[in-house]
């Protein structure tokens, strides 16, 4: 190895560190270059002893695994892989039979620490499109595993969740769940749509993890389409900002899920300038949009007459 011609210059004590600082970085270059354990044994020296040794003890288990989507474990392969059946996630059994059950010498989720138990899963699942920002979604960061949300034994629910989706979601979301409450609301609780219609719960590249663009108005347009657009005459705030601007996403004491009690309060805040003459204020039920209907845009007027 070449070492600079200034390394000469330096105190014994310093080029001492710098030499073991280089074999250290040696030492790691050839453990990163060592070939993986064979396939049929972990570091630990267990193997793989088939689902059926699995079976004898754990028949409930495997009996929920064939009624469920990971059945697909027990095939002989996995994308081009050997497939192992329950040690497929649960890791090489031979210690842990040999250990009369010793759970200590297996994989078991819900002992395991919350990013060992997130990445033994996202081994299959990343190759998922719905699943695959899972390592970058909010629940990761805040401690929400894969096993916080579905059981794989023991639940026979969509997905294999631990809970109908909307009492899930509220078991955290107890801020939401409050504006579900309120006298116009999206009707999640009526179930006639669901938290992952807007959301994904596995992460996404947007803030909420929405499914949609920032501004949230394709997951809007999903079933508000006459809105959408595009219009030949635009209204400014809402093709610049979103739906927000003017509606909450879960629930509002206000009609149409509005921010304010009453529509000439929310526009009067951009619309400072409105000539009193036409224009009464304090009319009862003097809405904007008696007259100016069209407000999400229009494709006929350009101040939104119908």
């Given at each position: 190895?070449n070492?600079?011609?200034?390394?000469?210059?330096?105190?014994?004590?310093?080029?001492?560190?710098?030499?073991?600082?280089?074999?250290?970085?040696l030492?790691?270059?050839?453990?990163?270059?060592?070939?993986?354990p064979?396939?049929?044994?972990?570091?630990?020296?267990?193997?793989?002893v088939?689902s059926?040794?699995?079976?004898?003890?754990?028949?409930?288990?495997?009996k929920?695994?064939?009624?469920?989507?990971?059945?697909?474990?027990?095939?002989?392969?996995?994308?081009?892989?050997?497939a192992?059946?329950?040690?497929s996630?649960h890791g090489?059994?031979?210690?842990?039979?040999?250990?009369?059950?010793?759970?200590?010498?297996?994989?078991?989720?819900?002992?395991?620490?919350?990013?060992?138990?997130?990445?033994?899963?996202?081994?299959?699942?990343?190759?998922?499109?719905?699943?695959?920002?899972?390592?970058?979604?909010?629940?990761?960061?805040?401690?929400?595993?894969?096993?916080?949300?579905?059981?794989?034994h023991?639940?026979?629910?969509?997905?294999?969740?631990?809970?109908?989706?909307?009492?899930?979601?509220?078991?955290?979301?107890?801020e939401q769940?409050a504006?579900?409450?309120?006298?116009?609301?999206?009707?999640?609780?009526?179930?006639?749509?669901?938290?992952?219609?807007?959301?994904?719960?596995?992460?996404?590249?947007?803030?909420?993890?929405l499914?949609?663009t920032?501004?949230?108005?394709?997951?809007c347009?999903?079933?508000?389409?006459?809105?959408r657009?595009?219009?030949?005459?635009?209204?400014?705030?809402?093709?610049?900002?979103?739906?927000q601007?003017?509606?909450?996403?879960?629930g509002?004491?206000?009609?149409?899920?509005l921010?304010?009690?009453?529509?000439n309060?929310?526009?009067?805040?951009?619309?400072?300038?409105?000539?009193?003459?036409?224009?009464?204020?304090?009319?009862?039920?003097?809405?904007?949009?008696?007259?100016?209907m069209?407000?999400h845009?229009?494709?006929?007027d350009?101040?939104?007459?119908?």
């Amino acid at each position: 190895m070449n070492y600079p011609r200034t390394l000469g210059r330096l105190p014994v004590a310093a080029l001492a560190v710098i030499l073991l600082c280089l074999s250290s970085l040696l030492q790691a270059d050839d453990k990163a270059k060592a070939p993986p354990p064979n396939a049929n044994q972990t570091a630990s020296g267990a193997q793989f002893v088939g689902s059926d040794t699995c079976k004898n003890c754990h028949d409930d288990q495997f009996k929920s695994i064939e009624a469920s989507p990971h059945y697909r474990t027990n095939l002989q392969k996995i994308r081009g892989e050997q497939a192992h059946g329950c040690e497929s996630c649960h890791g090489p059994g031979s210690l842990h039979v040999d250990g009369n059950g010793d759970k200590t010498k297996i994989f078991v989720f819900n002992a395991a620490r919350p990013e060992e138990a997130t990445k033994r899963c996202m081994a299959c699942h990343e190759a998922n499109p719905e699943q695959r920002e899972f390592m970058r979604s909010t629940h990761n960061e805040n401690g929400i595993t894969c096993t916080s949300c579905h059981s794989v034994h023991h639940s026979k629910r969509e997905h294999q969740l631990i809970k109908e989706q909307t009492q899930l979601c509220f078991s955290c979301h107890v801020e939401q769940r409050a504006d579900f409450q309120k006298p116009f609301h999206h009707r999640v609780e009526e179930g006639l749509i669901k938290c992952s219609d807007c959301h994904n719960a596995h992460g996404a590249l947007r803030d909420r993890q929405l499914r949609s663009t920032a501004d949230q108005d394709m997951v809007c347009f999903k079933c508000h389409s006459d809105k959408r657009g595009p219009f030949v005459f635009e209204h400014e705030p809402i093709k610049g900002e979103g739906c927000q601007t003017c509606h909450t996403p879960h629930g509002s004491p206000y009609p149409r899920m509005l921010l304010t009690a009453r529509t000439n309060s929310l526009c009067l805040q951009c619309h400072t300038t409105i000539p009193t003459g036409p224009h009464p204020q304090n009319a009862f039920r003097q809405d904007c949009i008696l007259c100016h209907m069209s407000i999400h845009g229009s494709n006929i007027d350009p101040i939104f007459f119908k």
